[in-house]
């Protein structure tokens, strides 16, 4: 082969291997603005359920008087997930404040008269659809860190995540060691 030749076949071979390398970074920046996309869906859906909190709390306050411990905790929970700052700390707060929240309806479940209540049903409702659209947002959200991961993690594209500093993400939402077992319900 010809020197010319060699040099169209070397030129080929380097234009297909950039072209691989910006498939590659531009599918690890459509996959990183994905996980952080789904995360401000997750925190849509959180800060629902924030803003309904109050009043769920204080709807529960009229009847449930001596249980001012559980209504202290949700309220003490809900302003731990306010101040929080970080993907972790966002996460670790709303599983505790989901954790309160089952502990709260339990507390409801004493009250026939707060059960029966128009507007405790219409904010036990709005919750209920709200835990709903916050179960689906984390799934996307797992999804999304999952797919970018794979796509750090293999080939071509970890080429260009190492050079471009692209890192794997470990901020799944995970289920609470207590969701893991189930819950015993007594008649």
Do not use: C
Request: net charge neutral; aromatic share 10%.
């Amino acid at each position: 082969m010809s020197s010319k030749a060699w040099l169209w076949v070397i030129l080929g071979f380097v234009v297909v291997f950039g072209l691989t390398l910006a498939g590659a970074y531009n599918g690890l920046v459509s996959s990183n603005q994905a996980i952080d996309s789904a995360w401000a869906n997750v925190e849509t859906d959180l800060q629902r359920r924030y803003d309904l909190i109050p009043n769920l709390v204080n709807t529960v306050k009229g009847y449930a008087k001596h249980e001012s411990g559980v209504l202290e905790e949700v309220t003490r929970l809900r302003s731990q997930w306010g101040a929080a700052r970080t993907t972790e700390d966002q996460v670790k707060a709303a599983n505790n404040l989901e954790g309160a929240l089952g502990r709260l309806m339990v507390v409801v479940e004493k009250y026939p008269d707060l059960k029966a209540n128009e507007n405790f049903l219409r904010l036990q409702d709005e919750l209920a659809g709200t835990e709903n659209r916050i179960a689906v947002a984390r799934m996307r959200y797992n999804q999304s860190v999952q797919d970018y991961n794979v796509r750090v993690q293999s080939f071509p594209s970890n080429l260009m995540a190492s050079i471009g500093g692209f890192k794997v993400r470990d901020s799944y939402f995970k289920a609470q060691e207590e969701a893991k077992e189930a819950p015993k319900v007594q008649f």
